[in-house]
């Protein structure tokens, strides 16, 4: 970076509002239905008909989502779901929701993905359901996964809050579960601000989430008859209209994101130090975040900051969820028990990744990146 400025204003994660997006909000704002009305409807038909199930359930959050999920099987109290530890907490917090234990397996290395290996090592007579995770949009295991469960008897949730639009043999994640969920922060590959869907092909379960996302009505909405205790989940019209309009424009999105990533594969490949995203055969990943694997060897932290002071934000993704204060204090985990997983977290950095990245940017980013390893090893 010694001969170049500083670029400024490189974000990490960044939507990509449209006029589109304005003028749907718009329309909303015009028409006085700002809740329970015509787009939370559309958006979740057109959320399903993207993962190929026959429902949609838009609800307020994927936390939500997957919340709702995890209420509707009927898991609770002592029971038992397996899942992975390297996620976002959420994952885990659904199944705490409801006093039920997260039972963590470790992970695979490159898919990142719980391994399915050591499921049956994690069973007990209480498990009652398997939670996945397609970390940073590539697919986990999901065949080998979802035959384990379907053996077992066990529901199979799973998590694709980060994996809209990918994957695998040309089969849609989300189409996996019994019920899958997909989340739209604004860091995800389309965004409402906050919301979520959950797709499912089964219609008992989709009458029960519409009610519990609802207050618990009864499945016509019926004003004041609660016929179970429900949630206030529901998305909002505005956010829905948001999510409208960017589906209509998911292949510009997602042709965007395809390039900035294969500009920083370009840039980045070959390196001895550093691992580019694993896609494997079959794989068809819409990232959602851009992660790559540094040396154990490289000083992360102060590869980051040398990053931050010319303008290059990056961040570690995930840290271990067994690792984090609250679910370390109630479980007793302690460093070395999932030790793939560990050693993943410990090595990752995502580098600034979204739809709208120039290329001027990749560019600049990757080079930022080499430099300050680089220095590193020359000091
Ligand atoms: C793997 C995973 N699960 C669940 C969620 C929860 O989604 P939300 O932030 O919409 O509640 C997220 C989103 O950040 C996620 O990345």
Not at 141 to 169: H, V, Y
Request: glycine share 10%; hydrophobic share 45%.
């Amino acid at each position: 970076m010694t001969a170049r400025s500083v670029r400024r204003g490189i974000p990490l994660a960044r939507p990509s509002i449209g006029e589109r997006e304005r003028a749907l909000v718009a329309e909303v704002l015009a028409s006085d239905v700002l809740a329970l009305g015509p787009f939370a409807r559309t958006f979740e038909e057109a959320i399903a008909a993207l993962a190929g199930r026959r429902h949609g359930i838009a609800c307020s959050s994927g936390t939500a989502g997957l919340h709702m999920v995890v209420r509707a099987l009927g898991i609770g109290d002592g029971d038992e779901v397996i899942t992975t530890p390297f996620s976002f907490v959420a994952s885990t917090n659904c199944v705490l929701y409801e006093r039920a234990i997260p039972r963590f397996v470790d992970i695979e290395d490159d898919a990142l993905g719980l391994d399915p290996g050591l499921i049956e090592g994690a069973a007990s007579s209480r498990t009652k359901a398997i939670l996945p995770v397609h970390v940073f949009g590539r697919p986990a295991r999901i065949d080998a996964i979802a035959a384990t469960a379907e053996r077992r008897g066990w529901n199979l949730i799973e998590d694709a809050c980060e994996a809209l639009g990918s994957r695998l043999q040309g089969r849609p994640m989300g189409s996996f579960g019994q019920a899958s969920v997909f989340a739209f922060y604004p860091n995800k590959q389309i965004t409402t601000g906050e919301g979520g869907v959950v797709v499912t092909d089964d219609d008992a379960l989709a009458r029960n989430l519409r009610s519990l996302r609802n207050q618990g009505r009864d499945e016509d909405g019926t004003w004041l008859r609660h016929v179970q205790l429900g949630f206030n989940y529901r998305l909002d019209e505005l956010s829905a209209a948001i999510g409208v309009g960017q589906l209509e424009r998911i292949e510009e999105l997602q042709a965007g994101r395809r390039r900035v990533a294969a500009g920083y594969a370009d840039r980045l490949r070959g390196l001895d130090w550093l691992r580019l995203p694993f896609v494997g055969d079959g794989e068809d990943v819409d990232w959602f975040v851009y992660v790559v694997r540094l040396d154990p060897t490289i000083d992360r932290r102060r590869l980051m900051a040398r990053l931050e002071e010319v303008g290059v934000p990056s961040r570690p993704y995930f840290s271990p969820l067994h690792l984090q204060p609250f679910l370390r204090d109630a479980f007793h985990f302690s460093e070395g028990d999932f030790p793939v997983t560990e050693r993943v977290a410990a090595t990752t950095l995502a580098l600034p990744f979204s739809a709208t990245l120039s290329g001027e940017d990749v560019a600049y980013v990757a080079e930022a990146l080499v430099d300050a390893v680089d220095a590193q090893f020359h000091v």
